[in-house]
């Protein structure tokens, strides 16, 4: 039962740099999304999809950016790092429809120095 | 604006009870999730509400009022597993999920 798998788990990028946060599913989840967390604060939406090929901005999209070619597969891009970008972020899955849970990944610990 | 409230942090001893109040202000409802993480772990679901009144689940149960914008999950019996930020999120019009900061519970022996 791998459920949602992102990489790396801990990943240190100096200012400018850029890289890929990788997230794949096993379970057919047509929806998947990406959050970042800062200590003391709630989950933060920075993007979503709601199936292979479509994509939307949540409420934190600036600096990052999505693609879903395929079903299982979510990866986010962070262009020219900056510190504010230092957090944790979790990829997460579910069904359409409402009440279905959300499952999350591992999480990512990212920080920009 | 929409906004969920949680106290930030709570303790209680092991054994006891203890409730973790939610309240929200969101741009229409349809449904509430409370989610257990776990430092350094990610979040797993507990429970849903979507309509008023209590839903039991083991040790758990949670609560919701629609019309007062107010949820609570009710731990009883409390092991020191249950040492984790409890997270309090609704679904909103749009079927976007507004997450609150989470509850830190800490349980002492």
């Known amino acids: 039962n791998a459920g949602v798998t992102q990489t790396p788990k801990f990943r240190i990028l100096k200012i400018g740099q850029s890289m890929t946060l990788q997230c794949t599913q096993d379970?057919?989840?047509?929806?998947m999304y990406w959050y970042r967390q800062d200590p003391g604060m709630g989950l933060k939406l920075i993007y979503y999809s709601v199936g292979a090929g479509i994509t939307d901005k949540g409420e934190v999209p600036n600096g990052y950016n999505v693609s879903r070619s395929t079903t299982e597969d979510f990866p986010l891009r962070l262009e020219l790092a900056a510190p504010s970008q230092t957090s944790v972020y979790f990829c997460a899955s579910s069904y359409s429809g409402e009440g279905n849970t959300i499952y999350f990944g591992e999480g990512s610990w990212l920080t920009v120095v | 604006g929409q906004n969920i409230d949680q106290p930030t942090e709570m303790t209680a001893t092991e054994g006891a009870i203890v409730q973790i109040n939610c309240t929200y202000q969101t741009s229409g409802f349809n449904g509430l999730f409370w989610y257990q993480q776990h430092a350094g772990e990610a979040p797993t679901f507990l429970s849903y509400?979507?309509l008023d009144g209590l839903e039991e689940k083991g040790r758990f149960s949670s609560f919701l009022s629609r019309s007062k914008g107010y949820s609570y999950l009710l731990l009883k019996e409390l092991q020191m597993k249950d040492s984790a930020s409890y997270l309090c999120?609704?679904?909103?019009?749009?079927?976007?999920?507004?997450w609150g900061a989470g509850t830190k519970l800490i349980i002492k022996p």
């Open positions: 379970m057919n989840h047509n929806y």
């Open positions: 999120a609704v679904r909103d019009s749009n079927y976007q999920l507004i």
């Open positions: 509400n979507v």
